[in-house]
């Protein structure tokens, strides 16, 4: 999905600190792991679905983005990386057969996020876990991609109409990582202050959609351009799971277990 948002994540391109975040979630779930059959829903090129691969534990990656699922197939799959186009809302996947689910910054870009939910809870098997990690809504920043942002208790309530066991946490980073994303924010609605009479909001959704996937590359350039290519000193390593949120919270992480079949 994120490629065809223009939100792919790409070292040198895309901020230090967001590549980083992206790379602590990925880590607070493979930490959660065990052996079986794991599905990355929105995989992106691969590298971070590879890093799941590990002996008795067998991956898949589906993601809508053609380009993307080619570059994951050549780039990982002589690493034991399987990868298949697929939609995560109507996957072409028999019920029951995974024991784990990803699903990483995916479900905020859905309209019917509770289609995703239920196709995640359908292909579980009934021990099965899933993980998803989402923008919190009242810390996330303007982006028409993000159609349907979760807070805490939205997320919440979601999950548990597919899934009988439910926790949601969050997602956070110490105070640089707050200042770094506070400060490029600041920037960022700079640029937005711009459009001051709101045209972006009065034109047609799919030409805005349109102007700002070609815009971003450009918009990092502008207020990120100091923040790209490890210069920050930003890692992973800078990222916690918490129990507790609050409106400074980055993301929103979950953890649902023992799916329902009918909802």
Same mark, same amino acid.
């Given at each position: 999905?994120?490629?065809?948002?223009?939100?792919?994540?790409?070292?040198?391109?895309?901020?230090? /600190?967001? +590549?980083?975040?992206?790379?602590? =979630?990925?880590?607070?779930?493979? /930490?959660?792991?065990?052996?079986?059959? +794991? +599905?990355?829903?929105?995989?992106?090129?691969?590298?971070?679905?590879?890093?799941?691969?590990?002996?008795?534990?067998?991956?898949?990656?589906?993601?809508?983005?053609?380009?993307?699922?080619?570059?994951?197939?050549?780039?990982?799959?002589?690493?034991?990386? %399987?990868?298949?186009?697929?939609?995560?809302?109507?996957?072409?996947? %028999?019920?029951?057969?995974?024991?784990?689910?990803?699903?990483?910054?995916?479900?905020?870009?859905?309209?019917?996020?509770? +289609?995703?939910?239920? $196709?995640?809870?359908?292909?579980?098997?009934?021990? =099965?876990?899933?993980?998803?990690?989402?923008?919190?809504?009242?810390?996330?920043?303007?982006?028409?991609?993000?159609? %349907?942002?979760?807070?805490?208790? /939205?997320?919440?309530?979601?999950?548990?109409?597919?899934?009988?066991?439910?926790?949601?946490?969050?997602?956070?980073?110490?105070?640089?990582?707050?200042?770094?994303? %506070? /400060?490029?924010?600041?920037?960022?609605?700079?640029?937005?202050?711009?459009?001051?009479?709101?045209?972006?909001?009065?034109?047609?959704?799919?030409?805005?959609?349109?102007?700002?996937?070609?815009?971003?590359?450009?918009?990092?350039?502008?207020?990120?351009?100091?923040?790209?290519?490890?210069?920050?000193?930003?890692?992973?390593?800078?990222?916690?799971?918490?129990? $507790?949120?609050?409106?400074?919270?980055?993301?929103?992480?979950?953890?649902?277990?023992?799916?329902?079949?009918?909802?």
């Amino acid at each position: 999905m994120a490629g065809l948002t223009g939100e792919r994540p790409l070292p040198g391109r895309t901020p230090d /600190s967001l +590549l980083a975040f992206h790379a602590a =979630g990925y880590r607070e779930i493979r /930490s959660r792991l065990g052996t079986g059959r +794991l +599905l990355d829903l929105g995989c992106g090129e691969g590298f971070e679905s590879a890093g799941f691969i590990t002996p008795g534990r067998e991956v898949l990656g589906v993601d809508y983005d053609e380009g993307a699922v080619l570059a994951a197939l050549e780039h990982y799959h002589e690493s034991g990386l %399987h990868v298949a186009r697929m939609d995560a809302t109507c996957l072409a996947l %028999h019920g029951g057969g995974f024991d784990w689910t990803c699903s990483s910054h995916l479900i905020e870009h859905f309209k019917e996020p509770d +289609l995703h939910v239920a $196709e995640v809870a359908r292909v579980l098997k009934p021990g =099965g876990t899933a993980f998803f990690i989402t923008p919190n809504q009242p810390a996330d920043f303007e982006n028409p991609f993000h159609v %349907h942002p979760f807070t805490k208790e /939205s997320l919440q309530e979601l999950l548990g109409r597919y899934f009988s066991s439910v926790w949601v946490g969050g997602l956070d980073g110490d105070e640089e990582v707050k200042a770094d994303f %506070h /400060s490029r924010r600041v920037r960022g609605r700079r640029l937005l202050a711009l459009d001051f009479l709101g045209i972006r909001h009065k034109i047609p959704e799919a030409w805005y959609v349109a102007a700002y996937e070609k815009l971003l590359p450009f918009a990092y350039r502008l207020v990120a351009r100091g923040d790209v290519g490890g210069t920050t000193g930003i890692s992973a390593d800078d990222f916690f799971v918490t129990n $507790e949120v609050d409106s400074t919270t980055l993301a929103l992480f979950a953890v649902a277990g023992k799916p329902n079949t009918v909802s």
